[in-house]
C-alpha cells in the first residue's frame, strides 16, 4: 500500500495496539497551552517556550515521530527544529526503534517512546505506522516531511475554538508538581509526562543514513503516565531522581482526552 507520499514501502509487519492490531502493509524505503505554574526558564536552544503565569499563552503541541534510520527524516527534523523556534508551539521529537534493524541503532528510541507511536495510530484509525510523522495537538498526524500541510495543520488548530485546561507544574526539590483544576470533563483525560533531552547531535556510521551527520531537537527521552483527570481538582507528583543527566533540560506535562486523544492541556517545566 502506497505511503502517504506516494511513495511503495517494502516489509510486512506487525504490532498490537489497543483494540486494534496495527499493521505495517509494507516497508517504507522513504517515509517518515495553555501553560502556567510559574514562568518557565527553558534555554533558548531547546525552543519549548515560555509562560507568562497570568495570561499564558495558547500552544499547539506538534510530535514527531522520527528515526535516525530512515533516510526521508532528515528533513523532518530540521522541519522541527525550524517549528521549535516559534513561542506558540511545544516541539518534540519522539524517536521509533522499528527501523533499527536496517544497521543503525537510534540511541534515542525506546519501547516506551514506539509504544506512543502505535497508540496514536489506533486512536486515529491508521492501518500502519509511518515516519516521518507529525502529530499536531493529539487529533491529526501528516507526513512530517510536508512543511506547507505541516503548517496548514497548525494553524487550524490554532484557530479551533475548543476548551482548554489551565495546566500549572513545578519543580519541587527532584519531584514534579502538576495542579490540574476542577473543569468539565466530558471524558476521562490521561495526563502524560515526557522528559526532553537539549538538542543532539549525531554522526551516523550505518544504515540508511550513512555518513550524515544528524541534528536532533527536543528529543523525547521517557515517557509515563502520571494519571487520570475526570474533572476534578487533581494534583500529581513524579520523582525525577533519576533524571540527573545534564541533557535533560525539561519535561512536558500532556493532558489528552482518553488515553491518547486530542491536547486538552499542556505546560512545560525546566529541569535545570
Given at each position: 500500500m502506497p505511503n502517504r507520499s506516494g511513495i511503495s514501502p517494502t516489509i510486512d509487519w506487525s504490532v498490537k495496539g489497543p483494540g486494534a492490531i496495527l499493521?505495517?502493509?509494507?516497508?517504507?524505503?522513504?517515509?517518515?497551552?495553555?501553560?502556567?505554574?510559574?514562568?518557565?526558564?527553558?534555554?533558548?536552544?531547546?525552543?519549548?517556550?515560555?509562560?507568562?503565569?497570568?495570561?499564558?499563552?495558547?500552544?499547539?503541541?506538534?510530535?514527531?515521530?522520527?528515526?535516525?534510520?530512515?533516510?526521508?527524516?532528515?528533513?523532518?527534523?530540521?522541519?522541527?527544529?525550524?517549528?521549535?523556534?516559534?513561542?506558540?508551539?511545544?516541539?518534540?521529537?519522539?524517536?521509533?526503534?522499528?527501523?533499527?534493524?536496517?544497521?543503525?541503532?537510534?540511541?534515542?528510541?525506546?519501547?516506551?517512546?514506539?509504544?506512543?507511536?502505535?497508540?496514536?495510530?489506533?486512536?486515529?484509525?491508521?492501518?500502519?505506522?509511518?515516519?516521518?510523522?507529525?502529530?499536531?495537538?493529539?487529533?491529526?498526524?501528516?507526513?512530517?516531511?510536508?512543511?506547507?500541510?505541516?503548517?496548514?495543520?497548525?494553524?487550524?488548530?490554532?484557530?479551533?475554538?475548543?476548551?482548554?485546561?489551565?495546566?500549572?507544574?513545578?519543580m519541587s526539590g527532584k519531584k514534579i508538581v502538576v495542579d490540574l483544576p476542577a473543569g468539565d470533563a466530558k471524558e476521562k483525560a490521561t495526563v502524560w509526562l515526557l522528559t526532553i533531552d537539549r538538542e543532539h547531535v549525531t554522526h551516523v556510521e550505518r544504515g540508511e543514513n550513512t555518513g550524515r551527520t544528524l541534528t536532533d531537537a527536543n528529543v523525547v527521552r521517557d515517557v509515563k503516565k502520571l494519571g487520570e483527570w475526570n474533572g476534578k481538582p487533581?494534583?500529581?507528583?513524579?520523582?525525577?531522581?533519576?533524571?540527573?543527566d545534564e541533557n535533560y533540560v525539561a519535561c512536558a506535562i500532556l493532558v489528552q482526552s482518553g488515553e491518547i486523544g486530542p491536547v486538552i492541556g499542556a505546560a512545560v517545566v525546566s529541569m535545570q
Amino acid at each position: 500500500m502506497p505511503n502517504r507520499s506516494g511513495i511503495s514501502p517494502t516489509i510486512d509487519w506487525s504490532v498490537k495496539g489497543p483494540g486494534a492490531i496495527l499493521t505495517v502493509m509494507k516497508r517504507h524505503s522513504s517515509w517518515a497551552l495553555a501553560l502556567a505554574g510559574g514562568l518557565i526558564l527553558v534555554p533558548a536552544a531547546a525552543g519549548i517556550g515560555r509562560a507568562d503565569n497570568m495570561h499564558p499563552p495558547r500552544k499547539t503541541v506538534v510530535e514527531l515521530f522520527t528515526s535516525q534510520g530512515c533516510s526521508s527524516c532528515p528533513p523532518a527534523d530540521a522541519l522541527l527544529r525550524e517549528l521549535s523556534k516559534r513561542p506558540d508551539i511545544i516541539a518534540l521529537s519522539i524517536h521509533v526503534n522499528y527501523w533499527d534493524y536496517i544497521g543503525w541503532k537510534d540511541p534515542f528510541a525506546s519501547d516506551e517512546t514506539t509504544a506512543r507511536q502505535h497508540l496514536y495510530a489506533a486512536a486515529l484509525h491508521q492501518r500502519y505506522v509511518y515516519t516521518p510523522e507529525m502529530v499536531i495537538d493529539g487529533a491529526h498526524d501528516v507526513t512530517g516531511s510536508l512543511e506547507a500541510d505541516v503548517k496548514t495543520l497548525i494553524d487550524e488548530a490554532a484557530k479551533r475554538d475548543r476548551p482548554r485546561l489551565a495546566v500549572a507544574a513545578k519543580m519541587s526539590g527532584k519531584k514534579i508538581v502538576v495542579d490540574l483544576p476542577a473543569g468539565d470533563a466530558k471524558e476521562k483525560a490521561t495526563v502524560w509526562l515526557l522528559t526532553i533531552d537539549r538538542e543532539h547531535v549525531t554522526h551516523v556510521e550505518r544504515g540508511e543514513n550513512t555518513g550524515r551527520t544528524l541534528t536532533d531537537a527536543n528529543v523525547v527521552r521517557d515517557v509515563k503516565k502520571l494519571g487520570e483527570w475526570n474533572g476534578k481538582p487533581l494534583q500529581l507528583t513524579a520523582d525525577m531522581g533519576d533524571e540527573d543527566d545534564e541533557n535533560y533540560v525539561a519535561c512536558a506535562i500532556l493532558v489528552q482526552s482518553g488515553e491518547i486523544g486530542p491536547v486538552i492541556g499542556a505546560a512545560v517545566v525546566s529541569m535545570q
